[in-house]
């Protein structure tokens, strides 16, 4: 009996136990906080961007191909000369079609940049592009250096028994009447660095009257700065007036009869720019854009496809084509004064022409 009482008291602590476990084991275990799932990368946008290029069109259209394939951005060039991309810009205000300016002069940017068409954006890689090669406030900035000149005929000059032209004052030659080709500087950004030149190394008058005199000279007015140095390549005019890297492009497409020749008094120059337009509509491929074209790779493509220039990036290799050119004797040309008498300028070259 008393056995019996101490197996049940056992099997009676036994089962408290078990109950008191149970009861323990329903209530809530304090457990560490999962750590937060690691965020899911978002996909990449699909970017876009539209062009306005004032570059040679196979260099542009290069550029695109090659920034696309590098970043994935779909791009798309319209080629104009600088004064259509600055009417055409300044017309598309209100419902802007492109985000991206792409060479061409810097006075027209500056003139652009007057009128509140673009878009201020300091590139970090803007770092590495001396300051006279860009607009302190992101605007625009520099890729390429270009210097005026002529590119003549040397075989028809030769022909006529006429001198290459080395001065200003030799294209008034009599026996050049009718042989001399430069743009128009309404659409052309290459034919106002000659009017903006012109004024700077003499005065407004003396310019003006040389440009009327010039004018009696002139065979054809082109809309495209390059046009000039193709015609004068082509035998269609025995001097063309327009940036001597146009010159050595056809020359070295096989236009050998081409002879440069820069103007003893001094000439002017351009710097080639990108910038971004008011209101892009793809405002983000744009900067990616202008990152890339100040990388020491994408200027050092244009010499693929014909473009000679000195380059603006310290790192990048220039053309050694463009070496003939570096004792070029240039004049201290003002942008600014350029770009913000553009308009005035241009309108005086019409009144005094005619044209």
Known sequence: MRKFKFLSLVLVAILCMTIFAGCSSSEPKSEPAP?????AEEPKKDLSLTIYAGLMEDHAQAAAKEFEKETGVKTSVVRMSGGEILTRI???????????????????????????????YVSPNAAKIPEQFKDPEGYWTGIYKGYLGFVCNGKLLKEKNI???????????PALKGQIVVANPASSGTAYTLIATLVQLWDEDRAMDYLKK?????????KTGSAPAQMAGMGEAMVGICFMHDGI???????????????????????GAVGIIKNAPDLEAAKIFVDWALTKEAQELG???????????????????????KD??????????AGKNRARLVEKWHEVTNK
């Not at 209100?94 to 009128?115: H, L, M, Q, R």
């Not at 010499?303 to 050119?325: H, I, M, R, V």
């Open 328 to 337: 070029t004797k240039l004049i201290d040309y003002d942008m600014e004064f």
């Open 163 to 173: 001198e290459i032209p080395k001065t200003w004052e030799d294209l008034l030659n």
């Open 35 to 39: 750590e937060p799932a690691e965020k």
């Open 249 to 271: 492009k056809y020359y070295e497409e096989g236009y050998t009869d081409i002879v440069l020749s820069a103007p003893e008094e001094g000439t002017g120059y351009e710097i």
């Open 90 to 120: 300044e017309a598309e205000k209100e419902n802007t079609k492109a985000s991206v300016w792409y060479g061409g002069p810097a006075d027209t940017f500056i003139a652009a940049k007057e009128k509140g068409l673009l878009e201020a």
């Open 303 to 325: 010499q693929q496809y014909g473009s000679y220039q000195f380059l603006t990036n310290p790192d990048a290799n220039p053309p050694k084509q463009a070496e003939q050119l």
């Open 214 to 222: 010039l004018d009696e000279q002139i065979r054809q007015y082109p």
